[in-house]
């Protein structure tokens, strides 16, 4: 039996994927938590615990986007054109965090506040696009004969509109717990005090996307209440309920490190719930990742290309993550 070299790619894109969700989320959450942080010190520490590594999470972005477009041609082109406007508004909200990120410490104490406000709005930005994107994803796209057919607000509904909204608040409770993890004294329990709502809150939204889905989605329900599929569900809900006891027992505790992996945990395991209700369907509702494949001999070709560079991607993050370990503070940055 020879290699399925398309089922390889959909393992390589949906992990370049989860990677960009959890290490890009959390910094953006960073920014979904800034208005609610009034001090000038502790703004900055929020953004100095992330500044040495947030560039470096956009490379499972660009990294995802490069392998669709080299192994799943036909997907590309159809999400792309589907969803244009949503992933351009949040590559205009990256790029607006991203300059921030590089001026504010820069600019002047009376202009500080404008990129405060480019964080703030780029965060937002990207989140809540993101989130509509994922939606839209999810609500199918309408293809003929290997064109996309709809228009260009298909995406525009209430279900991608609040997909949005929800994951704006998932990535404040991941924020939320990596500032746990990286400070201390009163920023660190001002988060300790944050946590605990918003791990309710993100249990309601992920509850309501999960009933919307198969409600609003026939194909959907029949994959999740089908054989053997429902055994690979069943466990999902329980894990999550699992994850949240446990993560509000940890911030009640006051533990620095748990909430952050726990909240990894929540992250995964909707992730991995996205991934059974639409498997092995690259295209929802209906175009599998071997109908949207490319050729064999390209996706052998560029295989060669990522199994040499994603091993560097991974040492060179864990190695800035490693260097970079540790509180910041307010007086002296990393210790």
Known sequence: MGIDLSLIWAVIIAFGVMMYVVMDGFDLGIGILFPLVKSKGERDVMMNTVAPVWDGNE????????????????????????LYLPLILMLLGLIFRGVAFEFRFKAKAAKRHLWDKAFIGGSLTATFFQGVALGAYI???????RVYVGGAFDWLTPFSLFCGLALIVAYALLGCTWLIMKTEGRLQQQMHDMARPLVFVVLAVTGIVSLWTPLAHAEIAARWFSLPNLFWFIPVPLLVLLCTWALLRAVAGNAHYSPFLLTLALIFLGYSGLGISLWPHII???V????????PQSQGFILVGALFIIPFILMYTAWSYYVFRGKVTEEDGYH
Do not use: H, Q
């Not at 490379?59 to 589907?82: D, H």
């Not at 609500?139 to 004969?145: A, I, K, L, P």
């Not at 599998?288 to 490319?294: N, P, V």
């Open 59 to 82: 490379t499972w972005l660009v990294l995802g986007g490069a392998a669709l477009f080299g192994a799943f041609p036909l997907a590309y082109a159809v999400v792309l054109s589907a």
């Open 139 to 145: 609500d199918g796209f309408e293809v003929v004969e």
């Open 288 to 295: 599998s990742i071997w109908e949207a494949a490319a050729p």
């Open 284 to 286: 929802p509702p209906s």
